[in-house]
């Protein structure tokens, strides 16, 4: 008689001293590391029921040969009836029959998980996910990376919703599987956000209160600004900037790269060989660097430190803080490089108001054209552009034109003079003079300043 205790998966009955199995279907007969008798049942179904696996050992001398209906009923009896592929059980039976492996242990059924619960928060309603543009079905434009979501005033962008249960699970019995509830986090104002009931209980939708652009902070915050700050340059890293309010770049906007925006945009570095469109101000603190495709349009004023080979519209006015080279520069407004070296040289510069600089042209006989009087046909396509995407330039008269040029230092020979249509090419150094159109004559003249 056996001394043992009896362990998991079998039953003794002491009076009748019998050992009977419990597990379904079939099992092996197996001795613990304690001392005690158990059986480990073929098939076996994992504690949390998303798993199940059968086991297939060789028969020992005297045994019944075991059977494919054996293994069969003990899937059946075992319950499981959710997730089984039918060519596991038969690739498992295969391999025993070969005799493979001495043992062989193999998962036949699993389960589906229940889904995560939802965490109270912010599902979006719009794209905003950073990824380069297609240019065809084999080439992608890395300078276009869609990286500033703008929204515009009533558009709705996402939703505030509750915590919520997951998707329930199946286990291999064919039991639910419960899921657990999200994290429950109460909803905070968000900038420029408005948040309306909507007909779901606890859900709420957002919407832009203002034109800006969208910034997701997290899970639970995100904001509508009017102004993007950028720390470097724009180059590769953030792609090109397509923008519904200002920027303001700590870099550089480097070469090939597109700035277009609506309101302000500010460059600590320089504007190198960029296309830049701003329906505002545009301040460039150091230099303006043209090139052969690049340009820089604004409809508020423009101020550059030095230029070089730029083309440059404005429908306001032109500030050079320092010099400019072979550029174009044409504005409604006036164009003045009044401070620093105030030089304008080897370039075309026309004003719809008037021209202030400190010298025109150079010793050389650099050929310059500077021309006031007539709206450049440039400033005025710009200037009806922009109104028709909404922006208000005000009641300013664009036929006021004060037709003066205005020279506080040396004009020198080869510099070409046009006011309203008149010429004048200067044949001789001057100094301290003023061009202006005569009505009389029809010419333009040239007088010491005032």
């Not at 519904?244 to 070469?255: A, D, F, L, Y």
């Not at 370039?347 to 042209?361: D, N, P, Q, S, V």
Request: hydrophobic letters at 40%; a negative charge; aromatic letters at 6%.
């Amino acid at each position: 008689m056996l001394s043992q205790d009896a362990g998991s998966g079998i039953h003794h009955d002491e009076v009748a001293g019998t050992w009977t199995s419990t597990v379904p279907g079939f099992g092996y007969l197996d001795l613990a590391d304690s001392g005690e008798i158990r059986v480990v049942p073929a098939v076996k179904i994992s504690a949390e029921r998303l798993r199940a696996d059968l086991q297939l050992r060789p028969a020992h001398s005297g045994d019944a040969p075991l059977t494919r209906a054996d293994v069969d009923e003990a899937i059946r009896s075992t319950g499981i009836v959710y997730g089984i592929p039918p060519e596991r059980v038969d690739a498992a039976w295969k391999a025993y029959e070969r005799r493979e492996m001495a043992v062989i242990s193999t998962c036949i059924a699993e389960g589906t998980p229940p889904g995560p619960g939802w965490d109270s928060g912010i599902e979006l309603t719009i794209e905003t996910e950073e990824a380069p543009a297609t240019i065809d079905e084999e080439q992608v434009d890395y300078r276009d990376l869609g990286l500033v979501s703008n929204v515009k005033k009533g558009q709705q962008i996402g939703k505030w919703k509750p915590a919520d249960f997951g998707k329930a699970g199946t286990g291999v019995d064919g039991s639910t599987l419960q899921a657990s509830q999200g994290r429950v986090r109460q909803f905070e104002e968000l900038k420029n956000v408005i948040a309306t009931e909507a007909e779901e209980e606890g859900v709420l939708l957002l919407t832009a209160e203002i034109d800006g652009m969208l910034q997701v902070q997290s899970h639970t915050r995100l904001r509508i600004v009017n102004l993007l700050e950028f720390e470097d340059n724009i180059d590769f890293e953030t792609g090109n900037i397509e923008a519904n309010g200002s920027v303001r770049v700590g870099g550089s906007i480097r070469p090939d790269f597109k700035v277009s925006l609506q309101g302000d945009l500010t460059v600590k570095g320089n504007i190198e060989e960029a296309v830049v469109r701003a329906g505002g101000k545009v301040l460039a603190e150091q230099g303006i660097f043209g090139g052969k495709n690049g340009s820089v349009r604004a409809g508020g004023r423009i101020f550059v430190q030095f230029g070089q080979n730029a083309r440059l519209i404005g429908a306001g006015d032109i500030v050079v803080g320092d010099s400019d080279t072979r550029s174009t520069m044409e504005c409604a407004g006036r164009l003045l490089a009044k401070d620093g070296r105030g030089h304008l040289l080897g370039g075309h510069y026309a004003a719809g108001k008037e021209i202030m600089a400190r010298e025109l042209g150079s010793p050389l006989g650099v050929p310059t054209h500077v021309a006031v009087g007539r709206i450049p046909l440039t400033a005025r396509h710009l200037r009806a552009e922009l109104e028709a995407e909404g922006l208000d330039f005000g009641e300013e008269d664009l036929t006021y034109r004060p037709a003066r040029i205005t020279v506080f230092g040396a004009v020198h020979p080869g510099v070409e003079v046009e006011i309203r249509g008149s010429r004048l090419v200067v044949e001789t150094v001057a100094h301290n003079v003023m061009f202006e159109y005569d009505v009389k004559a029809r010419a333009v003249k040239m007088t010491p300043r005032k």
